[in-house]
């Protein structure tokens, strides 16, 4: 295991001497990097290096959102238009529906089972929900749609905050970005182990490997 080592701005062998000396607003950035990857026991995490109690907010990229769905009385699915206004990697019972090519037509009134004008293919309306057709009517029906994911990551009393991936999320994604800076995983330095922080009779202390 790497010896840990206590630190601030400068290092002293006394804990009194470091408690004197270190300022609670300081960073723990790794070397020069704010942005950097390590890993914490098993997993592999994200150090973002910044003012204590500032929040960043992470943009993890996209991911599918399954929800249930019934059929209407004509075995029709309504779907309408997302935040973004952006249909791409629609699936619905896992097939992927192309919202793009669709054609613009009128939703018709369903009478006794039946359209009253035939609608025999998917489509779009003029308002813009996708209509799926040709469903069992009262049927489940499931939609999947692609949706934006961010999360916060609080920056502690130490000057660092750690993104750490989820039991629901799973692994960290290979890219992230934070406002309009891109970031990719396997490019960040890797500072091998995260620091951590303590709190002692009331004042932060940033620990960081030795081999820092």
């Known amino acids: 295991m790497k010896k840990i080592q206590l630190t601030a701005v400068i290092v002293t062998s006394a804990l009194s001497a470091l408690a004197s000396s270190i300022a609670p607003a ?10 950097y990857k390590a890993m914490d026991g098993a997993n592999q995490v994200v150090v973002f290096s910044a003012t204590p109690g500032s929040r960043i907010s992470v943009n993890l990229g996209t991911s599918p959102r399954p929800a249930a769905r019934l059929a209407g009385a ?9 935040s973004s206004g952006d249909f791409t990697g629609l699936e619905v019972d896992g097939v992927a529906i192309n919202a793009a090519s669709l054609p613009v037509q009128t939703l018709p009134s369903c009478v006794s089972g039946s359209f009253s004008e035939t609608r025999s293919a998917n489509f779009r309306t003029p308002t813009g929900q996708v209509v799926i057709v040709g469903k069992t009517p009262s049927s489940a029906v499931t939609i999947s749609l692609p949706s934006l994911v961010s999360r916060n990551v609080t ?17 960290l994604p290979a890219s992230f970005s934070v406002d309009t800076t891109s970031y990719t995983l396997s490019t960040l330095p890797d500072a091998t182990t995260a620091p951590y922080c303590r709190t002692i009779n009331g004042n932060p202390f940033g620990y960081v490997p030795a081999s820092w």
């Open 74 to 82: 004509c075995g029709e699915v309504r779907i309408s238009p997302p």
């Open 26 to 35: 300081a960073a723990i950035p790794y070397q020069s990097a704010t942005v």
């Open 155 to 171: 920056i502690g009393a130490c000057g660092f905050g750690v993104l750490r991936p989820t039991a629901a999320s799973g692994p």
